[in-house]
């Protein structure tokens, strides 16, 4: 399903694009897709049911992690997002070894629903299993058929280590590709899709192997707006030590999570 010969005859381009886009290195790649089998796709996406595990760092945001089993077509963009070809082409553009994770653990298919948001944050580093895949990058394969800018839910980077900040258009079938790393924050603010019309998208995510930890291994760190009230300023401080405290009880959702 995915445009391989176009991605294969541009690489040198869309690598250039990549580790020289600001405010950190991402990459957006429109008709990334057959057009016609993703629309065909968009069309058998059902109302998801599992809300995410964001609490109130987001809001009416829903998921399903084995979305490959919602039929033929499902199946095969999965098929492709973790295929060695699209590997390759993933670690030319970064100049790194870098691999999609073949269970995608913590991806899916997300959906985002009336007034939907998810608040600034920075993703886990380390694999919840295979500990030393360290989270090089979040793939973005957004769904949002006739989407308009007033319809908001753009993408939202932000680079932590000098405030540097970009938005970006989610169109139908546009991928993007985002570095991850301990200043890679990103989010999206609430949106205004028309009723029935959601924001949708398939999230994947790449590693590299780490033979030894090179950050101290975290859950997601969020960033919530500075108008956010002080309770959810301080559950953000708390979060990662709280939900550490809970995946040693309880195990981790996101290991879980296939």
């Known amino acids: 399903m995915i445009h391989f010969d176009r991605l294969e005859q541009n690489q040198e381009e869309l690598r250039l694009q990549y580790l020289t886009n600001r405010p950190f290195s991402y990459l957006v790649i429109d008709d990334f897709c057959d057009t016609e089998k993703l629309m065909e796709l968009r069309s058998q996406i059902p109302d998801l049911k599992n809300k995410s595990r964001d609490y109130m760092f987001a809001n009416n945001k829903f998921e399903k992690s084995n979305y490959k089993e919602l039929g033929p077509l499902f199946n095969e963009i999965y098929e492709d997002l973790k295929s060695e070809r699209f590997n390759k082409f993933l670690s030319f553009i970064s100049a790194k070894d870098v691999f999609v994770d073949p269970k995608n653990h913590g991806g899916g298919l997300h959906q985002g629903k009336k007034n939907s948001f998810l608040d600034m944050h920075l993703d886990f580093n380390y694999h919840p299993i295979n500990t030393h895949w360290y989270r090089q990058m979040n793939l973005l394969l957004y769904l949002n058929s006739e989407w308009k800018e007033e319809y908001k839910g753009h993408l939202r980077i932000e680079d932590l280590r000098s405030g540097e900040s970009k938005t970006l258009a989610v169109p139908f079938n546009r991928m ?31 590693y590299t192997n780490h033979l030894r930890h090179m950050e101290k291994p975290r859950t997601t760190d969020w960033f919530p707006d500075q108008n956010a009230s002080p309770l959810k300023k301080t559950i953000a401080k708390n979060y990662d030590f709280a939900v550490k405290i809970k995946n040693k009880l309880f195990g981790s959702g996101t290991a879980k999570n296939q």
Request: aromatic share 16%.
């Open 176 to 206: 993007i590709i985002q570095e991850c790393g301990p200043y890679t924050l990103h989010g999206y603010d609430m949106t205004a899709f028309p009723d029935g019309n959601f924001r949708t998208s398939i999230a994947t995510y790449a």
